[in-house]
DNA sequence: GTAACTTTGTGTTTTAAAACATAAAAGGTA
DNA sequence: TACCTTTTATGTTTTAAAACACAAAGTTAC
């Protein structure tokens, strides 16, 4: 997949690489580059290759071969599975700086869930071929894939029970105190950073889009939230964690 | 955890050990061996210790320290998590030679389901901290751990997708086919090679044991299926996966 | 071999969530 | 501005699956 280039004029683009190059390298969440020695530092900057999307635009899709390591620079990203009947299940949320679509590669499997941007987002590329060489080269991003990985699949286990057993407002709990706890809140500490349609949230939380509405106004009326628009705000946190443990 | 070795005599018990080690040593399956040096597979021989479960035995606990590499050498295993008001998900079934129980140690959690014997079986342990080692110094088991991994974790957010939007229906032909796929037929072709429980069945593709054998007699009544006792005979399996896609 | 317990089987009732049906807001566009 | 589309909201109906209830087979223990 040749994913789309907001081609931006030249100057800029190099601008933007630079900076992104530079908000990857120093970002202290991303372990991943602390453990790269110089060659391999020119390496990655001559291969990667910044990509922008728009709100809502596809990244890959399922079905697609891997070809490539995408790290997520600025906004914010969904990975999804079309299921059944037009229903679709949120998976996993992206966040910057957070590394995605490497799995299907390692797997020796083709894409098996799609990925699109949940608003403007600026991705960097590097061949999956690369990151194979780097990690023969070096054992710290082995274990680093390792951990990833590891971590990435006890949620989805966990994921499993949560949304096969628990009722709908355990569920949309559950969805809003994970959203908080990803994407954190604005300055006044209550209101969610991530702002989705409540049909995404909906598919987060395995419910339909009605049951989505109806149950967040059920929150509002108990005072557990309030809601204006696409912006939530949690009011009572304890609160929505029990009712998401069961209830 | 300390797993229950049941003590058979001194002699049976080193007969064990050793065949037990030919199997893994040989097994072409388990390509983890054959990545090894001589010196790693001393080590190995030296650190493999032996355990047997007795049917429906826990071999580890949610919650608990994980310390070992499992290797099921005979039998069959269940990986479990318990769920709200007393439900139960099989999350992923383990034949021989597989190896399980690594993930929450390189994840750097505690186990985050549980697994047990389904019939009588043979486990061997590794610490983990010597495959940790091993990992450091052979790069081929890294990718293996990788591969695993990474098969693993989109089994589960396929799981995740078919657990939460198929019909009941479905649900248990997928079991079905799922367990056909893993464990195999009898030399007739057509009887599964487990034997496992309504109940199981029923925690497997997310159901009540009732509704596991509703349906069930449901499938032998399309002559889909027959049914005696535990042992089930696939009769059309073509169906049975049109009826798992959606039906 | 009989009693106690567990597993399987089936019918009936209840319920949680989907489906359907509108309508009002909100957002985009010509 | 007016028009169209999408999103949000809420009421009503339908339905799939759980819950409940009981009986018959099978197992296990004594």
């Known amino acids: 997949m040749r994913p789309g280039v907001e081609s931006a004029g ?3 683009q190099i601008d933007m690489i630079k900076k992104a190059l530079e908000k990857v390298m120093s970002e202290d969440m991303s372990e991943i ?3 790269l020695n110089n060659e391999e530092k020119r390496r990655i900057i ?3 290759v910044i990509h922008n999307f728009k709100k809502n635009q596809m ?3 399922e079905g697609e071969e891997p070809e490539y390591l995408w790290c997520l620079l600025q906004g914010k990203v ?3 599975k079309d299921g059944v009947g037009g229903r ?7 966040r910057s700086v957070q590394y995605f679509g490497y799995r299907a590669y390692f797997a020796n499997e083709r894409y098996n869930s799609s990925a699109a941007a949940f608003e403007p987002s600026t991705v960097g590329t590097l061949p999956m071929t690369l990151v194979k060489d780097m990690i023969n080269n070096n054992r710290k991003l082995a274990w680093f894939f390792i951990h990833e990985l590891s971590r990435n699949l006890g949620g989805s286990d966990t994921k499993i029970v949560n949304l096969t057993q628990k009722h709908i407002r355990g569920r949309l709990a559950e969805a809003l105190i994970v959203l908080s706890d990803h994407y954190g809140f ?4 209550m209101t969610l950073k991530i702002y989705m349609a409540r049909e995404d949230l909906a598919n987060l939380s395995n419910m339909t889009t009605s049951n989505a509405i109806r149950t967040l106004s059920g929150f509002v009326a ?8 696409r912006r939530i705000r949690i009011l009572d946190e304890p609160q929505l964690r029990k009712i998401s443990k069961y209830g």
Do not use: C, H, M, P
């Open 46 to 48: 001559d291969s990667f």
């Open 59 to 61: 990244i890959y899709a």
């Open 78 to 80: 969904k990975k999804f």
């Open 10 to 12: 030249r100057k800029s």
């Open 186 to 189: 604005e300055d006044d500490n």
């Open 88 to 94: 679709v299940q949120i998976l996993r949320l992206i």
């Open 33 to 35: 580059w602390t453990v």
């Open 222 to 229: 108990e005072k557990l939230i309030t809601v204006d628009g």
